[in-house]
């Protein structure tokens, strides 16, 4: 499964668009881009997930390159519930990939 | 839905006794699911798959002997720590996967564990 990079941590003003950033420059054509968030002391939750096009779902927004070699999540009106480590993952599945959960993005929500 | 239980939330054991932690899928058939452990601020590895009906496979350097794993229906796995020591003191979380060309994952809250 293709590595990916995520910056460490952000800040996001209570209210404000959230958009987190993931490079995934060697992801191949049958990985989707998944994210899921951990919040402290919690199993991760799925968020959404998408191949090729840009998905909209009730959490959030994937926008994807057309290369597919980064992608962006859209989180349109962060609150201080959404402050977690959040996880960008190129995944082809369970029977030819490993879902690998790298060091994510903290994001940290402020009022 | 795709919910995902787990029971115990948290369990304290003495050194050398056995746990047995419980992952429910419990609004889809899971055919496969996953072990995975956390220690404090790293991040999740992966430790085994399970599909119903067959024997775990187990990832590198996971003691399969150590780590029990019994996946004896579409809703339900169970892992066993066998003869836990302080050093399997961690966050065990379970995932279920309904298959399908996408697969997603969808997790469980998590169960520590902490040996005495």
């Known amino acids: 499964d293709a590595k990916t990079t995520q910056p460490p941590s952000m800040d996001c003003a209570e209210g404000r668009a959230a958009n987190l950033p993931c490079n995934h420059s060697?992801?191949?054509?049958?990985?989707?881009v998944y994210w899921y968030r951990q919040i402290h002391s919690q199993g991760p939750q799925y968020i959404i997930h998408g191949l090729k096009n840009n998905e909209t779902n009730e959490m959030a927004s994937l926008i994807i390159t057309e290369d597919r070699k980064s992608s962006t999540l859209i989180l349109p009106h962060a609150t201080l519930r959404d402050t977690a480590v959040y996880y960008c993952?190129?995944?082809?599945?369970?029977?030819?990939?490993?879902?690998?959960f790298g060091r994510g993005t903290q994001l940290t929500v402020w009022p | 839905g795709a919910v995902v239980s787990q029971h115990p939330s948290r369990v304290i054991c003495k050194s050398g006794t056995s746990v047995k932690i419980e992952c429910r899928s419990l609004?889809?058939?899971?055919?496969?699911m996953f072990w995975y452990r956390q220690f404090p601020k790293q991040s999740l590895m992966l430790m085994a798959t399970?599909?119903?009906?067959?024997?775990?496979?187990?990832e590198q350097g996971v003691e399969k002997d150590k780590f029990l794993i019994n996946h004896a229906s579409l809703t339900l796995s169970t892992l066993t720590v066998t003869s836990a020591h302080p050093e399997d003191s961690s966050f065990y979380i379970c995932?279920?996967?309904?298959?399908?060309?996408?697969?997603?994952?969808?997790f469980g809250p998590g169960t520590r564990l902490t040996v005495l």
């Open positions: 060697t992801i191949s054509g049958n990985e989707y």
């Open positions: 993952i190129a995944y082809r599945g369970s029977t030819l990939g490993r879902l690998y």
């Open positions: 609004d889809f058939q899971a055919t496969t």
């Open positions: 995932s279920a996967t309904r298959g399908g060309l996408t697969d997603t994952q969808y």
């Open positions: 399970s599909n119903e009906g067959s024997k775990a496979t187990y």
